[in-house]
């Protein structure tokens, strides 16, 4: 149902989540945030390019995400999220609160450096 | 009980109106609800985000039902009744569970970030009729409905097809 | 009478292991029931093809309830229970209508190719069970079951996601 | 829910069909099907890339197509068939029945000549 790849990108790991992440697969992707935020990775970029929705309970789960991260100092970012995902974040005023971007190059560290060099 | 005994009698003999989803509390099972509803939805024509709004919120309400009413057990029955009415559709959850203190149902402020707290608002931000029944012999009983700005698009297929004159 | 009422004990009371949907004999009905079935079929690990053949037996099962059952009618109840068993699934369809003669259900010879006549044909070559039961009080009950080749997975999802060691 | 759109394609009529083929909305494939060779067209292909979900009263609604056209001598042809698809016409037996083909170039006639000069 949920498929989840994480892999290492430079200085980045990239979660790649696809399905939909509701009360039955959001503890998934708890685990692996956990997992990760654990060893305190210092940035980690979620794609939601497949997700085709998301509730509160998958909300929660990055809000989770975030506040592990933010008490070491690594960045939690999200990219690809589309228009039902988004409207989620939206309704739930968290689009301000989460770093969102459009594609995974403009999530990247590199790339911005190169975008603003 | 007379309007169970009426709703039953209606079932077997007469004419139904609704569609009725019975499912386990299990968090596995919310996929079924939310497709039958986005479906529900696209035939009344509600646009792609008055479906993904009125399925957020079903979505939203079984899954407080699994976690409150049920305490998690995910063997106990959900009954969503979706009914397509004038101009948009109401949809109502009922269990069988422990009884919620509506003083209770409410989400956290949303300034005070911190994970969860999120459901009861995205409920009522959604949808236009949002009403607890707790007043029932046993369990909860949700109203939920959503209109959409103008009257909805007949329920019937009526796309004319193109077709080209031909030689 | 008896099993009516045990099952509506059964559900307010106890655990419930099933999926019921229950709506209105209208063709445009049909793929919420489609959507819940091949829903469930990849629950319990079918194949795509399993899936895919279960769903086909339903919602042609369905149909014929539409045609045969009711003439027609788009307002009669259809009622749709499945249930995984052990290695596969079962699926109920209760009518109220017309009852079927038992010898008329039967498909065209493959043959003598004609519109229409292949429905029972496709409900019976992808169904490991097919049991049309004439004998209620009122209306028909069809029973249907697909069973995986080896013993069904199991319903949690245990995939594990890929954590590389970082840094 | 189904989508069809009809165009000329030199002497072949396309019929691009989205979306699920039922009960429900074969009657629409069926308009268009008789509309079509109710005008006698020689040659019509149907795209079916994008139908997802088709049973018997599609297949019932092809083979009307099928046998109405024999009788004035034109051409019914399928293509783009996925894997759903593709099953209930061997279930039925029709896949040998059918001029079944995988692409929109291979069905239409001049890309054929175009391939066996
Ligand atoms: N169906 C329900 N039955 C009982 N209590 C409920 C129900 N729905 C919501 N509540 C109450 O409302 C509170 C807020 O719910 P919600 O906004 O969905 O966030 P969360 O479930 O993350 O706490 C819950 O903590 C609970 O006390
Ligand atoms: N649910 C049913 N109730 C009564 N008769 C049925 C039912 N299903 C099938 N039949 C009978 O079986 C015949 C074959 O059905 P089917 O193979 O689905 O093709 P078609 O519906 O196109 O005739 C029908 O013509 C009908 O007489």
Redesign the interface.
């Known amino acids: 149902?949920l498929d989840i790849v994480t892999r290492q990108k430079d200085q980045a790991v990239i979660v790649a989540i696809s399905g939909?992440v509701?009360?039955?697969s959001s503890p998934e992707v708890r685990k692996v945030l956990i997992g990760l935020t654990g060893r305190k990775a210092p940035l980690i970029v979620v794609d939601l390019r497949a997700v085709s929705?998301m509730?509160?309970?998958g909300?929660?789960?990055l809000?989770?995400g975030l506040?592990q991260m933010s008490k070491y100092g690594g960045e939690l970012r999200l990219f690809g999220l589309g228009?039902?995902v988004r409207?989620?974040f939206e309704?739930?005023?968290l689009d301000k609160?989460f770093q969102i971007y459009d594609s995974e190059a403009a999530a990247l560290p590199d790339n911005q450096a190169a975008e603003t060099p | 009980m007379k309007a169970t005994k009426r709703k039953r009698a209606n079932?077997?003999?007469k004419?139904?109106?609704?569609?009725?989803?019975?499912?386990?509390s299990d968090?596995?099972?919310?996929?079924?609800i939310?497709?039958?509803i986005t479906?529900?939805c696209?035939?009344i024509g509600f646009t792609?985000?008055q479906s993904?709004?009125t399925?957020?919120a079903v979505?939203?309400a079984c899954?407080n039902i699994?976690?409150y009413a049920y305490g998690g057990a995910t063997?106990?029955?959900i009954i969503v009744t979706a009914r397509l009415i004038q101009n948009g559709i109401e949809i109502i959850l009922r269990d069988?569970g422990k009884k919620a203190v509506p003083a209770e149902i409410k989400s956290r402020d949303?300034d005070d970030?911190?994970?969860?707290?999120?459901?009861v608002?995205?409920i009522r931000?959604?949808m236009d009729v949002v009403s607890y029944d707790t007043s029932r012999k046993?369990g909860n009983e949700l109203r939920l409905a959503k209109f959409s700005a103008a009257p909805a698009a007949a329920?019937n297929?009526d796309?004319t097809?193109?077709?080209?004159a031909?030689?």
Chains 1, 4 share one sequence.
């Open positions: 149902m939909d509701d009360l039955y929705y509730d509160s309970s909300i929660a789960t809000v989770e506040q228009a039902a409207e989620v309704l739930s005023r609160v | 079932l077997h003999n004419t139904i109106d609704t569609v009725e989803f019975r499912v386990a968090p596995k099972l919310l996929k079924i939310r497709a039958g479906h529900l696209e035939l792609p985000q993904q709004q399925t957020l979505d939203e899954s699994i976690k063997d106990k029955p069988f949303l970030l911190r994970p969860g707290g999120l459901g608002h995205l931000s959604t046993r329920a297929s796309q097809p193109v077709v080209p031909s030689s």
